[in-house]
């Protein structure tokens, strides 16, 4: 007759052993993969708007830009262009106000727009890195 708490040692290391070999491993080149999915948000006037997430580097650039307008237009250019590859940033400006201001806040619904502003419930640390 075995022991209940070796028994239940033996469990729990089993059941350990099979966490560890089917925990999800983290994979750096898969985000790049993920940054170039295209991605479709839906307005009711202007139909659908294809785009992609910012990356870390869209995100480094547009900290550079002071001016909160140019900001803005930045960054609906960088989340269009990968899926619009015809757009060229200067047309943006050419766009009435109230549809950039349309497509702007389509954008930033996406729950990805913003990094969370509260910490992970895993103890890891979190920052924000884009101020609109």
Do not use: C
Not at 87 to 116: C, G, H, R, Y
């Amino acid at each position: 007759m075995s022991d209940p708490a070796e028994r239940g040692r033996q469990l729990f290391e089993e059941e350990e052993k099979q966490d560890q070999a089917t925990a999800k491993q983290f994979d750096p080149k898969s985000l790049v993969t993920k940054s170039n999915e295209i991605r479709t948000a839906r307005h009711p006037e202007l139909g659908e708007i294809k785009y992609t997430v910012l990356t870390a580097r869209d995100l480094f650039e547009i900290n550079k830009v002071e001016d909160k307008d140019v900001r803005a237009r930045t960054i609906v250019f960088r989340m269009l262009r990968k899926a619009n590859p015809e757009l060229k940033e200067d047309e943006i400006n050419e766009w009435p106000q109230d549809d950039f201001t349309k497509v702007l806040e389509t954008l930033m619904a996406d729950k990805s727009f913003f990094q969370p502003k509260s910490s992970p419930s895993d103890g890891s640390k979190s920052t924000s890195t884009l101020s609109t």
